[in-house]
């Protein structure tokens, strides 16, 4: 995955190097197996394998495991989905 450039050539992700090697710690969102509760899309955080579930899911936890930890890039955790998203750049990042 290409962490670059994405959108405009003066919109560089500035949190790459927050990108570490990871495992999904779970299966699905861990917040949401916990509850008993259901999602529509996973996201997996590429500091330390946290997976939520995005915005269109009820809970948002991918979006709140960003705001309590501020660990800025999470990426898709959907089969055959390659993107991830910079929650503090703003920017998506895909392959090159």
Known sequence: ???????????????????RPVRPGTEGCEECLALGDGWVHLRMCLSCGHVGCCDSSKNQHATKHYRTTEHPIAASHEPGEDWAWCYADKLMLEPA
């Open 1 to 19: 995955m290409d962490h670059g450039r994405t959108g405009p050539v003066d919109s560089i992700c500035t949190h790459i190097d927050h990108i």
